[in-house]
């Protein structure tokens, strides 16, 4: 193996074990305070990641340097991330506040699968 690939590899898996550090925080934050087992925590990351990809897709069709572009993708996924997991936590999740974890469970996994039927619709199965 030569030194290019071992450095590669290692910021590759460096990279993976930032984003899975990333949501591994969300969740830990989100039963820590809230006391909720949100199975949907990874679809609003999902979500987020998609608008990324498909308005960095929309920047470099314009002709824009790509660098410049990183800061505003950043933005819109943790905007739209921020926007969906706040809109569902008041239009759901204060209800179940102080309910069974069984019911909690319910709630989250069903918006799981809602969330992932949108990505389906809007953005397609295929990669």
Same mark, same amino acid.
């Given at each position: 193996?030569t030194l290019?690939?071992? #450095?590669?590899?290692?910021?590759?898996?460096?990279?993976?074990?930032?984003?899975?550090?990333?949501? &591994?925080?969300?969740?830990?934050?989100?039963?820590?305070?809230?006391?909720?087992?949100?199975?949907?925590?990874?679809?609003?990351? &999902?979500? *987020?990641?998609?608008?990324?990809?498909?308005?960095?897709?929309?920047?470099?069709?314009?002709? #824009?340097?790509?660098?410049?572009?990183?800061?505003?993708?950043? #933005?819109?996924?943790?905007?739209?991330? *921020?926007?969906? *997991?706040?809109?569902?936590e008041r239009?759901?999740?204060?209800?179940?506040?102080?309910?069974?974890?069984?019911?909690?469970?319910?709630?989250?996994?069903?918006?799981?699968?809602?969330?992932?039927?949108?990505?389906?619709? #809007?953005?397609?199965?295929?990669?």
């Amino acid at each position: 193996m030569t030194l290019d690939l071992a #450095l590669l590899a290692l910021l590759d898996g460096v990279a993976y074990a930032a984003l899975i550090f990333m949501v &591994a925080v969300g969740l830990t934050l989100i039963f820590g305070v809230l006391r909720i087992l949100n199975v949907a925590h990874g679809s609003f990351y &999902a979500i *987020g990641a998609y608008t990324a990809a498909s308005l960095g897709l929309a920047i470099s069709a314009m002709g #824009l340097p790509e660098w410049l572009s990183y800061p505003a993708l950043l #933005l819109a996924a943790v905007l739209v991330g *921020g926007i969906l *997991g706040l809109t569902i936590e008041r239009l759901l999740l204060r209800r179940i506040y102080m309910r069974e974890e069984v019911l909690q469970l319910l709630v989250t996994f069903a918006v799981f699968m809602i969330l992932e039927d949108v990505q389906r619709l #809007l953005w397609g199965v295929q990669p």
